[in-house]
C-alpha cells in the first residue's frame, strides 16, 4: 500500500496496484472494474489503534474494537509513567536518528540490553564510565524489565570523556542526576533516561534472523537551540557502544543458528534475562 517510512496521506489512501481507494478512517471508497453486487463495505484497510505516553507513541495491531476489559497502554506501562516523569520525555526534541540493520532476532537485542557482565569484555569505554555490576534493578513484570546504574566517580553522564556538556533536564532530584535508567519496555522499546538526554531504541524484526533497529538521542530544546549546542559526545559514544552490541548479538546469532547449540544457564546476575524469556514462552502459549 505505502512503503514511505514517513509522511502524510492528504485524503485518500490508493493502492498502488489495482488502484483500490480508501479515505482516510480506512473504507474502501473506490474499487475499479470489480462486478455489481461487489460490497466495498467488506473490505475495509485493518484498524490499528495508537496512544501516547509523555511524546512516545505506541502502535497496536490487534483487533479494534477489542473486548471493553481489554488492557490499555496504561496498564501496560504500569507505574512507568509516574516512575520517569521528571524527564518530561514529551518536551523533548529530536537530535540525532541512526538506523541499523542488525542480523540478529529482536530478543537477542532485548537479551543484550539487559544484562551489563559482558561489558568490561565488549565496551571498553562504557566500562570507564559505570561499574558492571553497578545495576540496581527493579523487580521484572511481564511488561517492562530494567534498572538504574550509577556512575563512576567523577562520571557526569554518558558521553565519550563521562563529561556532560549540557545542563541536567529540569525537574531531576538529586538521585536522578547521578544515574541512567535503563529499562526495555517489551515488546520492542529501550528506554534509556540520563541526567541530560534520552536515548531510545525501537526494535523492528524484519525476519527471524534480522532487526532494524532506530536508535534516537532526544535534548532538552533549550540545549539545541544554544549556538554552541553538544550533542555529539553523546551519540558519538552510544553509536560505537551500538556497534558493540550488534557485533555480539550478530554473533550470538550466528552461534545459535548452528545444528549443535544448546542453551546453556544462566549466571546469577541475569535475572532479567530469565524473566524475558518466561514472557516469551508465556505469550507463545508454552
Ligand atoms: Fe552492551
Redesign the pocket.
Known sequence: MCDAAEGHFVDRIQCPYHAWTYDLHGRLVAAPHMPPGFCKEEYPLHRAGCDVWDGNIFVFLRALPGPPDQPGLRDQLGDLPERFAAWRMGELRLGRRIVYDVKANWKLIVQ?YNECL??PN??PALHKLHHYLGADNAAPTACYCGGAMGFRDGVETMSVDGRRRRDVLPGLDAAQRERVEYYAIYPNFLLSLHPDYVMTHTLWPRAHDRSEIVCEWHFHPDELAKPDAHIDDAVEFWDR?NR??WWISEQSQAGISSRVYQPGPYSEREALLWSFDHIVRRSAGE
Open positions: 543484550n559482558h561489558c565488549l565496551h557502544t558493540e552490541d
